[in-house]
């Protein structure tokens, strides 16, 4: 065993992922599960530093390297690729198990990449192997879907690659480390992370795509691209303030969207961004306290995100639907996923007790002695809304509100103890965030249990949910309804393409005029020329009267003969 | 649990319960606000009721503007479909029961898993 610190986790996945492709059965199921255990075992007993190296060109190139932040996302995502590959274990689909580990593989890679190239190896990986998670729901609209997200994850690739060469240039390095928002490469990479973290108005690949994949390959999805991101980002950029503002919208817009969202699970997908933007706004402020709250929630935010897709991946994968206008009443058959789901809607939530409560707060307290009070207020506004979104309406509508008639029974074992192992962690870190809180980058002694936040958070909470009892009963609560809801994807959907459409037309039909009033202009000259001859003999006329034409037969003739004398 | 016993929350009293119980919880924290001292950082946390208050009108306000959004945001449901001719039969599928949508996995997962 003496070899495989020197593995890179990535590799680990990558060659699974092999072995997986040429098994079947319960082999290819043990194999699939095995790889995040062995994974995890390897990683405890890695230590910090860089594990390999080489020169490329003229430059040294680090594909593997080890410290407190990327061990964090190291851990983190093989619990998720575990808790995931557990999940899916009823899946018979060799491209989606074997994209799923490639995928969870270049997530690993990017988080433990030292150099800005490696990421961007593993940047495209990510986005070419998470595709097929998409595609894999073989539907026309997930086809559609899948191609509008690989688009725009190829492209915060490509620009990652330029500010990279850019990067180069500058500095004389590739190895990545903090950047900065100085020079045109600074702000090339910033790009590619926002894209990838989902930034307001570059949001769309992520409520567009994810609610379109199968309902296992949502869960893989929610783990890793997004915290990705948050990683790069918290490596790249820390302490920069526009991250601050950019942050806070996250986690204010997405929660309108998700009132009246009907998909649920694309309801998920807008708190999904709402819980990044706790951390962007963590990473915006970037003192020791508001990293480690940026890196802990997103840890938590992966299991408990997980676990609110894997109930709702329950739902669609036993009843077919994922409206919330056409469930309701499925605690009546579904009592296990109703009380995971509700472990997960507390967690996400942030109710004391629960994983949420001990990572959000630490930027919330950040973000108040920094002296970002308006911050402060849109996030605790955020802080209500998630609850009153994803915490309330999620379990509400799909489990609880009217009954829809169905009775679809729990889903089969592999989804529950997938999700009952996510609900665990969710109320262990709660109830245990010590445990958490010894793996973070920074030692703050940060204690999350005293009497002031348990009381507000549990005061703003409660209240929220009367709020909603409130509106429900008064009839003012939005009803849901079969729609789709105009977003930011509006723009590149539908106006752009309308926009060239009309463009070309115009294009067309200037064309068109333009070449019909040539022909005519040319037809009047030409009408004109013969008009002018018109009755003369001459060489340009109309007509010619059969005497002209006997004298140039004889003229011809006459030529021939004096040719024949000639020769 | 039966598929046709009375379940939980079809008994109205046990709905008027729960709500009961959030009612009476809402009020105990509200003066838990007298009772405990709190140490603030912001000036308005010092306001009696702040965080009750900020969580009751911040929900009202979100769900008003949410829905006063949908005015100007709602479309049909195949709004993004309704052009391409080749998206027409990508509807959700009909409501499946377990075993249909098992077996439509099959089918589905039949000449999907091109296994060795």
């Known amino acids: ?567 | 649990m039966d598929n046709e016993k009375q379940h939980l929350f079809d008994d109205p009293k046990n709905v008027k319960r729960l709500l009961w119980f959030l009612y009476i919880s809402c009020a105990l924290l509200f003066a838990l606000d007298f009772v405990i001292h709190r140490h603030v950082a912001h000036s308005w946390e010092n306001l009696w009721g702040f965080y009750p208050i900020y969580g009751f009108v911040g929900c009202s306000i979100l769900v008003f503007v949410a829905t006063w959004m949908r005015t100007f945001l709602m479309r049909p449901e195949d709004y993004y479909d309704k052009d391409d001719s080749i998206d027409i039969d990508v509807k959700e599928s009909p409501v499946l029961t377990k075993r249909q949508v098992k077996d439509e996995q099959h089918t589905k997962l039949g000449d999907y898993d091109v296994d060795a």
């Open chain 1, 1 to 567: 065993m003496m070899w495989m610190p020197e593995l890179p986790p990535f590799a680990l996945f990558f060659i699974g992922a092999l072995i997986a492709a040429v098994t079947r059965g319960p082999l290819r199921g043990a194999i699939m599960v095995a790889i995040p255990i062995i994974g995890a075992i390897q990683l405890s007993m890695v230590p910090e530093g860089l594990h390999l190296q080489f020169a490329f060109l003229d430059y040294q190139l680090i594909p593997y390297q080890v410290d407190r932040l990327s061990l964090m996302f190291g851990y983190v995502f093989h619990i998720a690729a575990f808790i995931a590959i557990v999940y899916s274990l009823h899946v018979r689909d060799t491209v989606q198990q074997v994209a799923a580990i490639m995928y969870a593989g270049s997530g690993l890679g990017a988080v433990f990449a030292g150099d800005l190239l490696t990421l961007f190896v593993f940047w495209e990986f990510l986005a070419f192997t998470s595709v097929f998670l998409v595609w894999a729901r073989k539907s026309q609209r997930a086809y559609a879907a899948g191609m509008r997200y690989l688009i725009i994850q190829v492209l915060s690739g490509v620009i990652l690659l330029i500010g990279a060469l850019f990067y180069a240039a500058e500095n004389g390095t590739l190895a990545f480390g903090y950047i900065g928002l100085d020079g045109i490469a600074g702000w090339l990479i910033f790009i590619a992370f926002g894209i990838k973290c989902a930034f307001p108005m570059a949001h769309n690949w992520l409520t567009d795509a994810y609610p379109e994949a199968t309902p296992t390959g949502t869960v893989f999805l929610s783990a890793f691209t997004t915290k990705v991101a948050v990683y790069a980002l918290a490596r790249g950029y820390p302490g920069t303030e526009l991250l601050v503002y950019i942050g806070a919208a996250m986690t204010c817009f997405p929660i309108f969207f998700a009132v009246i969202e009907n998909d649920l699970r694309r309801v998920l997908a807008y708190s999904l961004i709402n819980q990044v933007g706790f951390m962007v706004v963590g990473i915006g402020i970037g003192t020791a306290l508001a990293i480690n709250g940026a890196v802990s929630h997103a840890f938590n935010d992966v299991i408990f995100k997980g676990l609110l897709f894997m109930s709702m991946g329950a739902v669609l994968h036993m009843t077919g639907r994922i409206n919330g206008s056409e469930l309701g009443g499925l605690y009546k058959t579904m009592p296990k996923t109703t009380v995971l789901c509700i472990v997960g809607a507390a967690s996400i939530s942030a109710f004391p007790l629960f994983s949420g409560f001990v990572s959000k707060s630490m930027v919330m307290t950040a973000a108040l002695e920094n002296g970002f009070d308006w911050i402060w207020l849109m996030l605790l506004f955020a802080s209500a809304g998630v609850f009153h979104h994803a915490g309330i309406k999620i379990p509400y509508f799909a489990f609880f509100a009217h009954d829809s008639g169905i009775r679809a029974s729990d889903p089969p074992t592999n989804m529950l103890v997938a999700m009952f192992i996510a609900a665990g962690l969710c109320i262990a870190i709660g109830i245990y965030p010590a445990a958490l809180y010894s793996l973070l980058p920074y030692d703050t002694g940060y204690n999350p249990y005293d009497a002031t936040h348990v009381l507000a958070q549990t005061q703003l909470l409660f209240f929220s949910a009367l709020a909603f009892v409130w509106l429900n009963l008064k009839g003012l609560y939005p009803p849901e309804l079969r729609s789709t809801n105009l977003d930011f994807d509006w723009i590149y959907r539908r106006v752009c393409p309308n926009i060239l459409q009309r463009i070309f037309s115009i294009i067309w039909t200037v064309d068109r005029t333009l070449r019909h009033a040539f022909l005519v202009r040319l037809d009047r000259c030409l009408t004109f020329v013969a008009q002018r001859n018109e009755g003369v003999s001459s060489l340009l006329s109309r007509t010619y009267p059969a005497g002209s034409m006997v004298m140039w037969v004889a003229v011809i003739l006459g030529v021939y003969l004096f040719l024949s004398f000639v020769q």
